[in-house]
């Protein structure tokens, strides 16, 4: 049988997630729903099958379907989240999960309370590109991770709601700790208002790990470029993951510094080389879809999703701790995992 879908949230990256589900040959969308009726009437036509509306109480009260998409603003995430699981129904929230790590602590209670799944739209972690990356990480192929930087950066679209760290950051914070397989100790940050009082246009932020890693994230949407990309220094080997390529996503440069033992000055002792550049294939599938796909199997295995609540919950400390960085201009934040229980 089907998994029967409700979504609640169809803006610019809800209709997004409509379609794809709805592509889906194991799921049925039962019902969509969105509080501006320009945006129904856009959309419907295209989903003849779907009912639509402005209620999300027809989604989260409707006892036909199996799970809730929600794409709505974060702020909203909590109240809908919590709503639908206590009616009966696995979630699927876009990220982040919610804005306040009460409010995230508190929505894992109620996943493990009514023993639901609570999956978090972190795209990233199912990136192809992604999992090539981490399995060059995993095996050791580019050696001891050094650091890693991301830019995430565009000309628009303006926010008007949450500030470029929470809108742009989560992709590249999850994937980073999706990559490390740990936690930051150390999160520093700063940003700057310039179109609109209060909401931060641009943000460089630093997490700091156990062993010196080191991992920097820019995103802003004032910029004159469009990039998105993730490079990581390792000891043994360099690797360019840039997500504005169609097709050659990594570039993996064999190119470090190296020792040698015989030798009279510590000039000497170091060594520049300058291998081979090296394009792996990467599989094509769609991020979006591998994410959708993934969602769907969790509900009818009933086992947890790689970017489960728990997952949304350490994003959400990172990035909790970020933003007090950023208003303390910079001071430098703490990280302890073990006290939100992730």
């Not at 493990?112 to 192929?141: C, F, R, W």
């Not at 565009?154 to 809108?167: A, F, P, Q, Y």
């Not at 990581?232 to 997500?243: E, I, R, W």
Request: charge should be negative.
């Amino acid at each position: 049988m089907p998994v029967k879908l409700g979504q609640i949230g169809l803006g610019a990256w809800g209709k997004n997630l409509l379609r794809t589900f709805h592509g889906l040959p194991e799921t049925s969308v039962i019902i969509a729903c969105d509080s501006d009726q320009k945006t129904l009437s856009k959309i419907s036509p295209a989903y003849p099958g779907v009912e639509f509306t402005l209620d999300p109480a027809k989604v989260l009260d409707n006892r036909a379907i199996d799970a809730v998409v929600i794409a709505t603003p974060p702020a909203s995430h909590f109240e809908l989240a919590s709503k639908a699981m206590e009616n009966g129904k696995d979630v699927f929230v876009e990220k982040p999960m919610v804005l306040g790590i009460e409010d995230g602590r508190r929505l894992l209670e109620i996943a493990d309370q009514t023993n639901k799944i609570l999956m978090v739209g972190h795209i990233m972690e199912y990136h192809p590109a992604s999992l090539k990356m981490k399995e060059y990480i995993d095996s050791g192929k580019l050696g001891k991770i050094h650091y890693l930087y991301a830019t995430r950066v565009n000309l628009g679209k303006v926010r008007d709601i949450e500030n470029s760290l929470w809108s742009f950051a989560p992709h590249d914070v999850s994937l980073i700790v999706f990559l490390l397989g740990r936690m930051p100790v150390r999160v520093t940050a700063t940003g700057a208002d310039y179109l609109q009082k209060g909401i931060e246009d641009v943000s460089f932020m630093t997490m700091h790990f156990e062993d010196k890693t080191m991992a920097h994230i820019h995103v802003s949407w004032l910029d004159p470029h469009k990039e998105r990309k993730l490079t990581v220094v390792g000891s043994k080997m360099m690797a360019v993951f840039d997500d504005t390529e169609s097709s050659e996503k990594i570039w993996l440069y064999d190119r470090g510094v190296d020792t040698k033992m015989d030798y009279n000055t510590y000039g000497e002792y170091l060594s520049l080389r300058a291998g081979d550049i090296i394009i792996p294939k990467v599989d094509s599938t769609e991020p979006l879809k591998l994410e959708c796909q993934h969602f769907i199997n969790s509900v009818k295995t009933r086992t947890q999703p790689r970017s489960d609540g728990r997952d949304g919950l350490r994003i959400l400390t990172i990035l909790n701790a970020a933003q007090i960085s950023m208003e303390q201009g910079g001071a430098p934040m703490e990280i302890f995992p073990n006290a939100y229980n992730v």
